[in-house]
């Protein structure tokens, strides 16, 4: 036989091969961008200014020049009105014949603040109550080739709520909350929003995530997340857990690089698809200091009847987490396990870098968690009285080998849990434990952050004269969100990670309690004990504890005049949000230093004093012989500029803690 025979066969069988399995056709999904330039109209007045989102309103006020700034001397009093007004929120666009062609397309909303009524071309889609997830609406018939309409109208949560808090009968202990009537209690909105003993109260509303149109043919890949099951040094276990939204039957073929290849049998409607696979000799993701946060790299696609439905990137880390929290010699345990390996957390609690989080830049990001990571941290606690944060945030802590001690939304009050409040709160749960799951920094999920060691120690009872059936009521609701519902939901969405219900599980108030289990130690501060009572204080691990200080006058000047660089001046008693405040830094000064001969000396004393007691603390917390295994200072950044117990202040300025800090976290 000839060369060009074989060459001949050779092309057939290469024809035949091609044909009998064709290359799917793409199908993706398009996205089509709405963020950008917007129109704020204030409803009362008709005013109307240019708006960006995401942003907020009194962001785009200010860029409009119509409030003035609202961190500079007092004007966060001043425009405290606000928080009592509507907004309207307008965007014009314009589709082609071509983007309504997908067999579904949705409107995805990835973060309203809070309470809107969404309208599309006259045709109300919906309305939203919760600024903690995302809210999607079908939106196929409503759109038009040529100029379309979105218009998202907002009410105050004052206005929202008002008929509910004034029915109640009782008020919630929201200590926090400026007023008698306490509104954040009822809101799926950032509790910090309405103030806190370290930041301003300025409630503001708008959009603040992404917003966006998708178009999608036959089936939506809502989300993913890989998690690992078992690790062993020759071969790790790890489950794909894949989120669907299929508008039929069918079957549909997933692929993750080499590692899995698999087919489902998918219904209509929304579904979990859950697939196992093995890496052999896996590079473990370690946190900071125990090793590199390695990282695997992959693409996840999905076909489905010869058309790929989705290619999108996956990031994933192999490790363990465990929580011991048992009963031991000492009393009750509560530490990490890590790859099999029991680790000393070391780092502090995180806020919001803003109260207005959508000019909260990427560079912030990397410049804060960077510091963190240099400061020998390996662990942030993302404190429930703020926002589970942006994606990069997570995104940053996986490649920094910062674990995420991750709360719910929950923080220093008691709520009105009824039906529809575990309902919206559910599909909050289940929608954040989605998102974040994927990432192996997440290490651990917290219910809240002080009601239970609060609603036993605090004397709310007597404070707000609570009958026993109040009480009563109260206490049930509790219970059942937090020991019952939330752990079940997050075992019902996946989560590998353990959870606790609470922080922290022991009060500080005994000597005895400090051998048991999680603390938050406040006898230095709020107790009034001097920074030396840290080396005599010693938890099992202690998620809280801090000293507050000034920022430095560098900062101090972008919000104050020379005239308000002083205690008594009105501006720096409003500064400061602690209900003993100044009085306590002094007292604090003037037991290790001489009495500050000026306010610039007092600004220096305030750094010295909280540098002292964080290196105290820490190397008590690390020198304990193994009966603290965690130590997670408060705190380690700011939401605006002023007084706090924050080691760097709202502009990325170090205080002379952050250097103590470092030091007493090194190895």
């Known amino acids: 036989m000839t060369s060009s025979f074989w060459t001949l066969l050779l092309g057939l069988l290469l024809g035949t091969l091609a044909c009998s399995d064709p290359a799917p056709t793409r199908a993706l999904p398009q996205r089509i961008d709405l963020n950008g330039t917007w129109e704020l109209i204030d409803p009362e007045t008709q005013a109307s200014y240019a708006a960006t989102v995401p942003g907020t309103a009194h962001t785009d006020l200010l860029a409009n020049g119509a409030i003035s700034d609202p961190y500079y001397r007092n004007n966060e009093l001043a425009l405290q009105y606000l928080e009592n007004k509507n907004w309207h929120y307008r965007r014009r666009f314009s589709l082609r014949e071509s983007d309504l062609g997908a067999q579904r397309i949705e409107l995805i909303c990835e973060g309203l603040d809070t309470y809107a009524r969404v309208v599309l071309n006259g045709v109300e889609l919906g309305r939203t109550q919760n600024m903690f997830r995302e809210w999607t609406f079908a939106v196929g018939p409503q759109l038009q080739v040529g100029d379309n309409q979105l218009d998202i109208y907002f009410t105050s949560p004052f206005a929202h709520q008002a008929e509910r808090v004034q029915s109640l009968g009782y008020v919630l202990p929201a200590d926090n909350e400026a007023g008698e ?22 409630v503001s509303s708008g959009i603040w995530r992404d ?37 039929s039957e069918g079957t549909v073929a997933v692929q ?89 957390a070391k780092g502090a609690n995180y806020i919001p870098q803003d109260v207005f989080v959508p000019r909260v830049s990427a560079a912030q990001y990397r410049r804060l968690l960077g510091a963190a990571q240099a400061a020998n941290m390996n662990m942030l606690r993302v404190w429930g009285g703020g926002i589970y944060e942006n994606d990069i945030f997570y995104e940053l802590c996986d490649s920094l080998g910062l674990l995420v001690w991750q709360d719910f939304m929950f923080a220093g009050t008691m709520y009105p849990i009824d039906e529809a409040f575990t309902a919206e709160v559910e599909r909050e749960v289940r929608y954040q434990v989605e998102r974040l799951s994927k990432h192996p920094s997440v290490a651990l999920w917290c219910g809240n952050n002080e009601i239970e060691v609060a609603w036993h120690n605090w004397g709310w009872q007597e404070k707000y004269a609570y009958s026993d059936s109040v009480q009563a009521q109260l206490w049930r609701g509790y219970e059942a969100l937090f020991k019952r519902q939330i752990p079940r939901w997050l075992g019902e969405a996946g ?30 501060w709020h107790g009034r004990d ?16 801090g000293m507050q200080s000034y920022p430095d006058t560098s900062t101090i000047a972008r919000f104050a005049l020379a005239e308000d660089r002083a205690l008594d001046s009105e501006v720096m008693r409003n500064r400061q949000k602690s209900y003993i405040g100044n009085g306590e830094i002094l007292r604090q000064i003037q037991q290790r230093y001489s009495d500050p001969v000026d306010f610039v000396d007092f600004v220096d004393k305030s750094q010295r004093v909280q540098a002292e007691a964080m290196r105290m603390a820490i190397e008590a917390h ?26 760097i202040d709202y502009y990325g300025r170090p205080k002379r803690a952050y250097g103590a800090v470092r030091a007493a976290f090194g190895d």
């Open 211 to 247: 917003i966006y149109l998708l178009a999608s043919d036959g089936l939506r890949l809502v989300d993913h997340s890989v998690q690992t099951l078992t690790c062993h040094p020759t071969e790790a276990r790890l489950v794909l857990r894949t989120i669907v939204d299929s508008d």
């Open 530 to 545: 001097s920074i030396e009572a840290f080396a005599d204080n010693v938890g099992r691990f202690m998620v809280e504890y």
């Open 181 to 202: 009537q306490k509104y954040g209690p009822f809101c799926r909105k950032a509790p910090y929003h309405f103030g806190w003993d370290w930041g301003p109260r300025l």
């Open 256 to 344: 993750l690089d080499d590692w899995l290849r698999s087919t489902h049998r998918v219904r209509a409607g929304r579904q979990v698809l859950l697939d196992t696979f093995r890496v052999a000799q896996p590079r473990l993701w370690w946190p900071n200091g125990r090793g590199p946060a390695e990282l695997y790299d992959g693409r996840l696609r999905l076909e489905r009847a010869g058309q790929l439905l989705a290619d999108e990137p996956v990031r994933f880390g192999i490790r363990t987490v465990e929580l011991v929290h048992e009963a031991d010699s000492i009393g009750t345990s509560f530490y990490l396990v890590v790859n099999g390996e029991p680790l000393f």
């Open 622 to 647: 690390r020198g304990s012989g193994g009966h603290c295994m965690g130590s997670l200072l408060w705190q380690l950044n700011d939401c605006w500029p002023g007084p706090s117990w924050s080691i």
């Open 495 to 524: 989560a590998q990670q353990p959870y606790t219900r609470t922080s922290p599980l022991s009060n500080w108030g005994t000597a005895e309690n400090f051998n048991h289990a999680s603390m938050h130690y406040w006898g230095v």
